[in-house]
Each structure stands twice: as structure tokens, then as C-alpha cells.
T-cell receptor, first 105, second 117 residues
């Protein structure tokens, strides 16, 4: 079983829609979690850290569910520029394969 | 802040050539840097952890004699792909962490696209 698993998608959503997806992790000892965004053929860029209490950054909301061992990312009011692959990371250093989101006009 | 520079961004070489990739933290000191490889539509795969002043720690299945890592200073780590072959063609990305705490995010370089003919 992979340490971090994600639904690869793709999630095709219209502009303005809300999209959410999860990432499950197998190592219950993981303490730190992050969401990264990776555009095609580019390096990952940190989107946000994931805190136990959940956190929000503009249109993006991240949640952590330790009991079920998953983290989630919700994007509200999707923009065309949100189209990317979203990678979750559970420390130490386990990346998910990414969830592809495509926002269409 | 937290800028990581990786060079070169694209390399095309003949089979048998050795290729060196540099990873620099520009505005912070990175005790630890990481080297990843990513094949198309796959996740980042950690190759090795590079610690300043000591030998790198390689992940299982990664040949240390094939992928030479040198972490000469707190701001520079290099990966040399020795005698590269077409199967080594991939996207290589480095990252660096500021500080030693586990809750610090990684900051990635731009990546190096390596194509071996």
C-alpha cells in the first residue's frame, strides 16, 4: 500500500464551482501535512500547510482528519488558473501522485 | 523568501555522458536538501536526502554510484548522473528545508528536465 494515496481525477469543473478532494495517508505517526500545486512540467509550489484545526487561505480550505487518516482540500469559486495537479504531502516526505483539476470556462 | 534555484533547467545529452545538476538555496541556509525524480504522470519519488558536510542518504533502489550527491555548503547541493542512459531521462527536482523542524515545508527548485539520447 502506498504511504499517501490520492484520487488522480481528473476533476473537470466549471468556473465558479466548488471542488474538493481527499488524500489518505497510512503512517499514523505523520505530524505535518501540506498541499502543493504542480503545473504541467513545472516544479511543485507550496499551496498551504494543513493544521489540525483546519485552515483557510482565501478560496482554499484544508482539513485534517486524524481518526480516518486523511487530509482534504476544497477550492471555492474555481478560477481557470486553478487548473493544475494538487499534491499532498505527509511527513516524512511522502508525496501523493496528485489530483488533476481542470477548470473550464 | 525561501527561494531555491536549480540549474540547468533542461539538458539533452548523448548516452554515456555525465550530467551535473546544481541546487542552491538563495536566501536561506539549508542543512538538508532532497533530490527527487518524477516520471510523466507519476508522483515525486525521493531519491536521496543530502546533508551538508556528510554523505547523502539514498532511498532503496537508488544507486549511489550512479547518482552522486555532494552537499558542499549550506546553500549548495549537486547531483551528478554518471554515465547517463536513456532510462535516466526524467524530471529531477531538488528541494530544501529551512531549519530542522519536521513541520517546515519544502521549497522546490525549478527542476531539471534530463533527456538522454
Amino acid at each position: 500500500r502506498k504511504e499517501v494515496e490520492q484520487d488522480p481525477g481528473p476533476f473537470n469543473v466549471p468556473e465558479g464551482a466548488t471542488v474538493a478532494f481527499n488524500c489518505t495517508y497510512s503512517n499514523s505517526a505523520s505530524q505535518s501535512f501540506f498541499w502543493y500545486r504542480q503545473d504541467c512540467r513545472k516544479e511543485p509550489k507550496l499551496l498551504m500547510s494543513v493544521y489540525s484545526s483546519g485552515n483557510e487561505d482565501g478560496r482554499f480550505t484544508a482539513q485534517l482528519n486524524r481518526a480516518s487518516q486523511y487530509i482534504s482540500l476544497l477550492i471555492r469559486d474555481s478560477k481557470l488558473s486553478d487548473s493544475a495537479t494538487y499534491l499532498c504531502v505527509a511527513y516524512k516526505l511522502s508525496f501523493g501522485a496528485g489530483t488533476t483539476v481542470t477548470v473550464r470556462a | 523568501g525561501a527561494v531555491v534555484s536549480q540549474h540547468p533547467s533542461w539538458v539533452i545529452c548523448k548516452s554515456g555522458t555525465s550530467v551535473k545538476i546544481e541546487c542552491r538555496s538563495l536566501d536561506f541556509q539549508a542543512t538538508t536538501m532532497f533530490w527527487y525524480r518524477q516520471f510523466p504522470k507519476q508522483s515525486l519519488m525521493l531519491m536521496a536526502t543530502s546533508n551538508e558536510g556528510s554523505k547523502a542518504t539514498y532511498e532503496q533502489g537508488v544507486e549511489k554510484d550512479k547518482f552522486l550527491i555532494n552537499h558542499a555548503s549550506l546553500t549548495l547541493s549537486t547531483l551528478t548522473v554518471t554515465s547517463a542512459h536513456p532510462e535516466d531521462s526524467s524530471f529531477y527536482i531538488c528541494s530544501a528545508v529551512e531549519g530542522v523542524e519536521d513541520n517546515q515545508p519544502q521549497h522546490f527548485g525549478d527542476g531539471t528536465r534530463l533527456s538522454i539520447l
